[in-house]
């Protein structure tokens, strides 16, 4: 097998991986990978506003505002306007969202971050460089992504083309 095809299979590995992950969260627990981690930024700041989850977890506003919507219309999540200031929403998790995230398994991420963190410096250096590579080789460095390894996302943005 040539190295190209090597590296091809290892790229669809990753993929596949990302695949069957994301399925069996949604199985397991109905959600998707960016709304577990918007359902456990709100678990984690009572009270955040969507705008700081976006920051926080590196997703556009718009994304966000939208994942919210679905958890909300699903009762997993509520959103209190303040009285004092009418702009300001802030989230909170129901007690159904509370279940569902205490029962939830964690995003594939968490597992590649712990395991990409115990690496030395210059092997992640190393990789870090090897996918920017691959990723201009791919005419993909334009292309808008946030840290978080689930298809659901790029699936949906290819449906609404």
């Known amino acids: 097998m040539e190295k190209y095809e090597e590296l091809l299979v290892s790229i669809r590995k990753v993929i596949r991986a990302i695949d069957l992950h994301s399925k069996h969260l949604n199985k397991s627990s109905g959600l998707t990978g960016p ?16 705008s700081q989850i976006a920051k926080q ?7 966000v505002t939208n994942i919210v919507d679905r958890l909300e219309s699903r009762g997993l999540v509520n959103r209190v306007r303040s009285t004092e200031d ?10 159904q969202g509370q279940a569902i995230l205490i029962g939830a398994p964690q995003p594939l991420q968490d597992h590649f971050i712990q395991n990409f963190c115990a690496l030395e410096d210059w092997e992640q250096s190393l990789l ?4 920017q590579r691959i ?6 460095t334009e292309l808008d992504a946030a840290p978080v390894l689930d298809l659901e996302p ?5 449906e609404k083309r």
């Open 35 to 50: 709304q577990l981690l918007i359902m456990q930024e709100i678990g984690r700041v009572k009270g955040v506003m969507a």
């Open 57 to 63: 977890i590196n997703l556009s506003a718009a994304t």
């Open 86 to 95: 009418k702009r300001r929403v802030s989230l909170f998790l129901s007690e």
């Open 128 to 131: 870090l460089s090897s996918m």
């Open 135 to 140: 990723a201009t080789m791919m005419d993909a």
């Open 154 to 158: 790029m699936q949906n943005s290819a």
